[in-house]
């Protein structure tokens, strides 16, 4: 027993050391700081070649094993269960504005009693008790007794507003909306699909979907929130320009193409597309009216509800070499999405020959594949992204297999040519085909 232990641990200690190592001597050879807890020269790894981001992630997957191991099934439960106090010491932290209270330059603090004056918090043992958990998670740390000053990881939130961002928007509406996942699995069983029927809408006690709940009158400050919260949006937007030869196609249909915001960019980026986006008529009223002029002959809208069962998409929609549906299929539950596709798989059949459909989506790793195949930060973040689409309105990401039953609950003539990874993206892009049962 005692040798097989030694033997995980020296494996995976090995694998640190070989792994730190490796990225250690890149960060020297290339002239960057080292990371450090301390504020000062290391800020953010920059874009790293792919072998060397990928000794990182494997160094990751090692140093977290090794920590699981250590402490041993008891305590790491209870450390799970306990956790709940990072996110919301965080929350507190944010709310009385504490990061941006703390000096930011290197060898500064600030004394506990200032920070509870500037801070306009009265009971300074309270900010003592929230800040010291703080530390033990390298957020801030203690120069001295009385003091407390900045560490590489809490100025990050004093520096960078779209982080910062995001961050409020987890510990503010996204810890309030998994805090309900239990209580709308009872009261709905969350099977029907309906986007008003999950987490969000316990949590905010409203039977809206959570775009119209963020739209309503008064909610400018949340709304905000909401969007500033996605700042991978402009960034896989980008990297979507660059992973398919856009240039070789004439005509684009994107189903569920909201505003046009990627409509737009695919035609200033490519000036021989013409492209139709498909969407509520609510919403493409709004795309309609924010086009740029100078693209009007090239980006046209048509209304429709693309999870209608009965009907057909209109007569416009058929006869395009390419049909794009991106990131809607993921925020869909399996019914909706299931008739998503079968509106797809009828234009697709009347298109003819080398049409298709992209489905711009994640694809999580399969249930299947071993651990070590995916880096384990990396699918943390995946299964995160998937219960967040659960608990905010029904969502469903899926795996290569679940997204090959789902085109074939669809239509069986739904084929998945193939899957590529975007670069650059956490998506990726499923190449669908529609090929006749009887061929």
Request: proline fraction near 3%.
């Amino acid at each position: 027993m005692t040798e097989t232990n030694l033997s995980i641990f020296e494996t995976l200690a090995a694998q640190v050391a070989q792994e730190a190592q490796l990225l250690t001597s890149y960060l020297n050879e290339n002239g960057y700081y080292q990371p450090e807890f301390n504020q000062g020269g290391f800020t953010e790894f920059d874009e790293l070649p792919p072998d060397i981001e990928a000794s990182r992630k494997r160094l990751q997957a090692a140093a977290k094993a090794v920590h699981d191991l250590a402490a041993g099934p008891e305590q790491y439960m209870r450390n799970l269960a306990k956790s709940y106090h990072d996110s919301t010491t965080l929350r507190w932290l944010l709310h009385f504005k504490v990061f941006e209270a703390i000096p930011l330059g290197r060898g500064e603090a600030i004394a506990y009693s200032e920070l509870a004056r500037k801070c306009r918090v009265t009971d300074e043992h309270v900010l003592r008790r929230i800040v010291k958990y703080a530390i033990t998670n390298h957020v801030f740390c203690e120069p001295s007794r009385d003091e407390v000053a900045h560490t590489a990881f809490s100025a990050v939130l004093v520096r960078d507003a779209v982080l910062r961002a995001e961050i409020e928007f987890e510990v503010e509406e996204g810890l309030a909306v998994a805090a309900n996942l239990v209580e709308a699995h009872e009261k709905w069983s969350m099977g029907d699909g309906r986007r008003n029927r999950a987490a969000f809408q316990i949590a905010n006690g409203t039977d809206l979907e959570v775009g119209e709940f963020y739209a309503q009158d008064g909610m400018e400050g949340r709304r905000e929130g909401f969007l500033a919260a996605r700042p991978d949006e402009g960034v896989e937007e980008e990297c979507l320009m660059k992973a398919y030869a856009w240039e070789q196609v004439k005509r684009i249909v994107d189903v569920g193409g909201s505003k046009g915001e990627t409509a737009v960019a695919l035609a200033k980026r490519f000036p021989g597309l013409r492209i139709m986006v498909v969407d509520s008529e609510a919403i493409i009223d709004v795309g309609t009216e924010n086009l740029p002029e100078d693209l009007e002959r090239k980006v046209y809208f048509v209304g429709c509800d693309i999870f209608r069962e009965d009907g057909s998409l209109p007569e416009e929609v058929f006869g395009a070499q390419l049909y794009m549906l991106r990131n809607v299929l993921g925020k869909c539950s399996e019914e909706r999405a299931r008739i998503v596709l079968s509106h797809v798989a009828e234009v697709l059949q009347g298109a003819g020959e080398g049409a298709k459909c992209l489905i711009v989506d994640r694809v999580l790793p399969s249930s299947t594949s071993p651990m070590d195949n995916f880096a384990i930060e990396d699918e943390k973040t995946a299964r995160h992204m998937a219960l967040h689409a659960l608990e905010m309105g029904n969502g469903a990401e899926r795996n290569k297999e679940e997204w090959e039953a789902l085109l074939s609950a669809a239509d069986e003539g739904l084929r998945l040519a193939g899957i590529r990874e975007i670069d650059g993206s956490a998506y990726s892009m499923l190449e669908v085909v529609y090929a006749d049962t009887d061929d």
